[in-house]
């Protein structure tokens, strides 16, 4: 399923920018009381899995925003217009 977030994301110019992660460790941060400035250098400091944690779940969301605005457009239910019942 990553790979369908993420080609949709790549087609559709969906970027996560820097302020987004910073709020998102900070939160993380915020987790763990007392431990916020460690809890941020563990994540920061070379730790690719641990960034991926941060911006995967903030990629998708986006990516599942712009899907259900694109989808919005589209008429009842989510059909395409030409599919709806016409009235008589």
């Known amino acids: 399923m990553v ?4 080609k949709v ?3 559709n110019a969906i970027t996560i920018s820097q302020d987004e992660v910073n ?3 900070a939160a993380r941060a915020r987790q763990f009381p007392g ?3 460690q809890v941020m250098i563990d994540i920061t ?3 690719p899995q641990a960034m ?4 995967v779940p903030l990629f998708e969301d986006k990516v599942i925003d712009f899907l259900g605005e694109a989808d919005a457009g589209r008429g009842q239910e989510g ?7 016409r009235s008589r």
């Not at 790979?3 to 993420?6: G, I, N």
């Not at 991926?52 to 911006?55: G, K, L, T």
């Open 79 to 85: 059909r395409p217009p030409d599919t709806l019942p």
């Open 35 to 37: 431990q916020e400035k």
């Open 52 to 55: 991926a944690e941060i911006r």
């Open 9 to 11: 994301g790549e087609q």
């Open 3 to 6: 790979s369908c977030w993420r």
């Open 23 to 25: 709020r998102a460790l």
């Open 45 to 47: 400091a070379s730790n």
